[in-house]
């Protein structure tokens, strides 16, 4: 059976899932900074790869909603740059907690309102290039 919209096998979505719950429950005491190291060596894959694997367990466990219309036209390597960021500058390094600070995200929803607000602003010209 194909998953309809994606043209992937089945399978390969529930082995995909079963990764990502693998990796989740290897870093769950793990800070998240030490993700990406911990993946790499727990299970043998490439820096890159264990990036994207640490982008998808921190905004799961830091309920960041991905799924929303508004970030669908962006590419999984920038989401995975902007969560990367926040994992590295945000936070006690040594909390394995992965949360961030509630005021934050609270100036971060007003942020979105203002901006999405000000149709006049160029989204391209400020994109995060990292």
Known sequence: MIVPFQNVLLRSCR???DNIKRVFKAVEDTPPQQ??????????????LAEKYS???FASSSRIELGKKKLSYLPFEEVKNVILLLINNWGDKDDAEAAL???FLSSLKDLK???FCHSSIDFDSIRINV
């Open 113 to 115: 309102v203002h901006i």
């Open 101 to 103: 600070d509630r005021d």
């Open 55 to 57: 982008a998808i367990v």
């Open 35 to 48: 993700y990406v190291g911990v993946i790499v060596q727990q299970f043998g894959l490439s820096k890159g």
């Open 15 to 17: 082995r995909q899932f």
